[in-house]
């Protein structure tokens, strides 16, 4: 439980060196005696000073606190304020740790908070004003209690959370998050079998969904904060908005949103996964802090000039600022699915049907291999951007798609959605992608991840199962996300039918859903041509587009892919004396090297040999003068 705890404190950002503390018994509105007082720690330096409280409402055990200490020179989760300028007070949730006895079905959390935040304001060392910080849980519990409207509240700062209860924060396109709720469940929130009970959008999802929905209630400031890798950035973006848009008018200007490039675990640190962002680093306490010595103080900072948004884009590296994050993209660009495994400017010109097809076993699943992933009970898990080549792509069951290397910046701000024409030989299955951006030294990192399960594909409500053979379009959306493909980078799509254990794997065989039943390997199908266009669609600001010379990669031709020993390289109309090819290995590694004159036609047709290498997956670069372009080959002798 040590380590469930350490990671926990990651995730609240309570790197704090508080000092001294003092259990307290706090009372509530409760008439039950043994329900009335709940526990909680006070951080009080001199009683003797009133000064303001920072309330922190968790579930994750305040005892936590009193044993962290400040954090080496290289952590960034320390919060910038302590016990000289505020006093803290830390409170156990009612039905967990210090307060497990004290739980009550159905009581409105927000209830607590409001007793605890007035309780607060009568103490002698308090000066009356109260604010809360908090991400995830705690900041859920934020909401709750602001839309309740304790009359001692001034501001509030939940992070990594949006005020929504709703279907999709258990179920991405229908499939189950079964990795995301199973942790739910043992943290003690809600029961996974609950949740599989509901696997479908209803009325009681809506019902719920309405519930939840407080922004037009909220009368205080709120700092809201999320990250590109968390789990739910799009929510926390509309969260905000709504925001913007319904809480009170006299507050409604005065919210504020940071998105950064941060994992739900790691906000404000300056590594995520395999990328490391200096300057995001310590972001978010920086601006905490800002946040509360301009309202719990009345230090003139000059908060009320921040930007309304705050956002991080990635690739460049840099912050941008916005009034409104869905203005920010000015224009959509498509990318289209193409031969030889392209993403294109242009959909194929073939007359001759065009598909791609791989064999998906969910006994043997594509993995999840970093992402939006948080796992407080393995802090192994593989997360955030990850070079996916060895892990997912070099998978028989990966259809890898890139464009040539970015003749210019590709900036992308908003939400990526996937249209594909797909079919199975069964009656269900799943189809996900993943959005890479691709390095020049070959590293494919992924960005974000999305899956649609067949049955749902168009309607979360209702269940339609494919007929085999039969194509389908299919509609696949991403997270909302900012990030330059820089020139000379490339962008990636992987797809494949499963991406376990952040989703659940489809069984294939059209049964009922969560339930015991045969295990079936289904073939499965990626069209685009005629009119099965498959294509991505990415939201760009100031994007002067894909290079025209995607057109020339779409006219390269490799055959036979697989082969057990020889391939033909085929190009038309290249506009090059002399053509450089390199074949190597998923490691990097370079096994053939050859250089190519086209005829007088501008054309060359070239065979060689692979029979010496072992089987498995290998790339081809050619070089066109300044243009790279890369295909992907399977030797299987």
Known sequence: MSKIFTIICFLIFYNLSFGEYKEVQIPTREENPEKKYLFADIYVLDSTVKKPTILIQTPYNKITYRTLQSPPQEGGTQLPFDTINYNFVVLDWRGFFANNDKDIQGKDRGEDGYDVVEWIAQQSWSDGKVGTYGGSALGLIQFQTAKLHPPHLVCSAPFIKDFLTKYENYYYGGDYRKEQCEQLQRLGFIPTSFILMLYKDSFYWDSLEIKSDCSSLIKIPMLMCSGWFDHYPSDCIRAFHDLRNKSNPDVKDKHKLIMGPWLHSSIGLPKQGELTFTEAEDIPNQQAQKFFDYYLRNINNGWENEPVIKYFEMGSNVWKTTDNWYNVADSYDTLYFNNNHLLTDTPSMLDIKSIDSVEYNPKDPSPTYGGSRFNPFDPKTPMGPLDQRDEVESRSDALVYTTAPLQNDFVLNGTVSAELYVSADKED?????????????????????????MRFRNSLSNEELMTPGEIYPVKIELNDLSNNFLAGHSIRVIVTNSNYPMFDINLNNGGELYKPGDTLIAKTYLHHWGNYISKVIFPVTNTTGINNDLNVAAQIEIFPNPTKANITLSCQNVNSENVGIELFNIYG?????????????????ETISISNETNGIYFIKFKFNDSVFIKKIILNR
Do not use: A, E, M
Request: aromatic share 8%.
């Open 589 to 605: 590694i370079i096994v053939k090297s050859l250089n190519i004159q086209p005829d007088s036609q501008r054309n060359f047709n």
């Open 429 to 453: 299955t799943d189809f996900g992608i993943r959005l890479c951006d691709v390095y020049p030294d070959g590293r494919s990192i992924l960005l974000t991840q999305g899956i649609k399960r």
